[in-house]
């Protein structure tokens, strides 16, 4: 079961982390990714962390602004979020996939958590 939060109402240029904690499950056991949705548009990829915790993927629109990071101890898989935009504004989702590369298919990944709302107010 994953857990997301963090979401949240920031300013243009703001930051934000949000949090995925994994329960029943080690989060190095899979590929976890992070993918969002906003009003009206499908559900797209923005990152994605390696199993082994050293390979990260980005979506170009993310890239260079986003992060991902993991910490064992505490089972979560973070996603740090500089220099918000107001595309930004979606419904994030964290997933966990039983896989062995990053990929940034929906459709691979195994498990979803809830989602969290972030919106970017220009």
């Known amino acids: 079961q994953l857990q997301a939060s963090g979401g949240g109402l920031v300013q243009t240029g703001g930051s934000l982390r949000l949090s995925c904690v994994a329960s029943?499950?080690?989060?190095?056991?899979?590929?976890m990714g992070w993918f969002r949705q906003a009003p009206g548009k499908e559900r797209e990829f923005v990152g994605a962390l390696s199993r082994g915790g050293a390979g990260t993927g980005y979506a170009d629109s993310v890239k260079g602004r986003f992060t991902i990071s993991r910490d064992g101890a505490k089972n979560t898989v973070y996603l740090q979020m500089n220099s918000l935009k107001a595309g930004d504004t979606a419904v994030y989702y964290c997933a966990a996939g039983r896989l062995w590369v990053l990929t940034s298919q929906p459709n691979r990944y195994d498990y979803w958590g809830q989602g969290t709302l972030v919106t970017v107010s220009s």
């Open positions: 029943g499950s080690t989060v190095s056991d899979y590929v």
